[in-house]
């Protein structure tokens, strides 16, 4: 009885632990967002659920580098901390804000390309 009992326990602080961490993280992102609407003035609604899928369902996990090399082909440089502090609403430079938005919208298109593709079959 104490074994399953513990067991129990196990699983409860175990499920709350992630339970919290997810929460936390869907706080941070929401702040995050909240601060990019008003360091790039995005006030309708439609923008501002473009900009929150894009930027957390769309955008890869190697952003920065991809970021990076599409402004160097520009003849603009920068680090991967600013792309990552543009990112986090942290600074403001419309140039890697709208470059780290392509790059995104680049990979929905692939994967919307990627569902159509697979419905075909």
């Known amino acids: 009885m104490i074994k399953l009992f513990s067991f129990y326990l196990i699983i409860y602080i175990y499920l709350y632990v992630i339970s919290f961490n997810t929460a936390h993280k869907i706080i ?3 702040t995050n967002l909240n601060k990019l609407y008003a360091l790039y003035d995005v006030r309708s609604q439609k923008e501002r659920d473009t900009l929150s899928d894009l ?3 769309h955008l890869p996990k190697e952003y920065t580098s991809l970021v990076i090399q599409k402004l160097k082909r520009q003849g603009i440089y920068t680090d ?5 502090n543009i990112k986090g609403g942290i600074s403001k430079n419309i140039l890697v804000f709208n470059a780290i938005v392509e ?3 680049e990979y929905k298109t692939v994967s919307n390309r990627l569902k159509d593709n697979l419905r075909k079959e």
């Open 103 to 105: 790059i995104a919208n």
């Open 55 to 57: 930027l957390t369902n």
């Open 28 to 30: 941070q992102i929401m």
């Open 80 to 84: 991967s901390q600013s792309v990552r």
